[in-house]
């Protein structure tokens, strides 16, 4: 199995510019997050899906940031437009149910500069 | 909210043994995940503790005690593989659902 498969795998850009992430959970997981980790810290919670429903996007920048989950499977994030201090790492991450006792299972990353 | 306190970082030794704490203050603990993260990658799932005690998965071991708020991580035989950030996070059913908040990890230093 292929695991959480996320692209592109680094990013550069000039602020102001827009960005998309791309991200495909392991079959069968219902619910997919998206975090963002700053160096030095643990990952932060963007948004989080129950198949295609948004059920947490508190944390979500909604001027800047949108998600979708077409179908319940593959997800896309976007920010537009990309400010300096959106340089991160943006994670990927989906579990069978929230609750699994199995935690979750993240992709690779990618990792946004913004300059 | 949720407070989730870790130290930020660690040395040991190759072939000792190390204890990484956690605290934490919830309203509604639901469960507490111990995750491991290599330099540049993604985190990988360790361990899950929601009851009291001791949960023991080969060289690594999980503690939780729920009334005083505190968890660790056991990591016995270290190796040099074992050098990574060790990430603790806490389930709140009371906020949005039931969702994690991770600490800050603490950054593990296996030296020879």
């Known amino acids: 199995e292929a695991g959480v498969v996320q692209s592109p795998r680094y990013k550069i850009i000039e602020k102001k510019q827009p960005v998309a992430f791309w991200c495909n959970p392991i079959?069968?997981?219902?619910?997919l997050y998206w975090y963002r980790q700053n160096l030095g810290q643990g990952p932060e919670l963007l948004i989080r899906?129950?198949?295609?429903?948004?059920?947490?996007d508190s944390q979500l920048p909604k001027d800047r940031f949108s998600a979708e989950r077409l179908k319940g499977v593959d997800s896309t994030l976007k920010i537009q437009p990309a400010e300096l201090g959106d340089s991160a790492v943006y994670l990927c991450?989906?579990?069978?149910?929230?609750?699994?006792?199995?935690?979750?299972?993240f992709g690779s990353g990618t990792r946004l500069t913004v300059v | 909210g949720q407070n989730i306190d870790q130290p930020t970082e660690m040395t040991a030794t190759e072939g000792a043994i190390v204890q990484i704490n956690c605290t934490y203050q919830?309203?509604?603990?639901?469960?507490l995940f111990w995750y491991q993260q290599h330099a540049g990658e993604a985190p990988t799932f360790l361990s899950y503790?929601?009851?009291?005690g001791l949960e023991e998965k080969g060289r690594f071991s999980s503690f939780l005690s729920r009334s005083k708020g505190y968890s660790y991580l056991l990591l016995k035989e270290l190796q040099m593989k074992d050098s990574a950030s060790y990430l603790c996070?806490?389930?709140?059913?009371?906020?949005?659902?039931?969702?994690?908040?991770f600490g800050d990890g603490t950054t593990l230093t296996v030296k020879p």
């Open positions: 991450a989906s579990s069978f149910k929230e609750g699994d006792r199995n935690g979750y299972t």
């Open positions: 079959s069968g997981h219902n619910t």
């Open positions: 899906y129950e198949n295609e429903e948004a059920v947490d």
């Open positions: 919830t309203s509604g603990f639901n469960g």
């Open positions: 503790n929601v009851l009291d």
């Open positions: 996070a806490v389930r709140d059913r009371n906020t949005n659902a039931g969702k994690s908040t």
